[in-house]
């Protein structure tokens, strides 16, 4: 039996056809931090949503990965209320191949 083998991108958004993918998995990497932060700091639901100023459902849809009511700002401005500074770094794109991408890189 053999299988087509596909050789993936470094989005798996794109790779699954989301719409919108760079937008898609940067959304997820912020994300990931503030849930990743919500744990290290040991925070229940109840006390990340009172530091984040939200509803302790909104912090469960952000820890589930449930974006669509966070937009990028929102995420960033999340991250500020628990203590991390964002930089946004733009540079030219050099590849002819492709327009530019968003990368989320989190230290």
């Known amino acids: 039996m053999t299988e087509d083998i596909i050789e993936s991108s470094d989005n798996i958004f794109a790779d699954l056809k989301i719409t919108n993918p760079e937008e898609v998995l940067a959304k997820a990497e912020l994300a990931r931090k503030i849930q990743k932060t919500i744990m290290s700091r040991k925070?229940?639901?109840v006390e990340a949503a009172r530091i984040?100023?939200?509803k302790q459902p909104d912090v469960s849809?952000?820890?589930?990965g449930r974006l669509h009511k966070f937009s990028?700002?929102?995420l960033i401005h999340?991250?500020?209320l628990l203590d991390w500074d964002v930089d946004i770094v733009i540079k030219r794109n050099h590849s002819k191949v492709r327009m530019g991408i968003t990368h989320v890189v989190a230290a």
């Open 43 to 45: 925070l229940t639901q």
């Open 78 to 80: 999340l991250l500020n």
């Open 61 to 64: 849809d952000l820890c589930r």
């Open 52 to 54: 984040l100023k939200l």
């Open 72 to 74: 990028l700002d929102r």
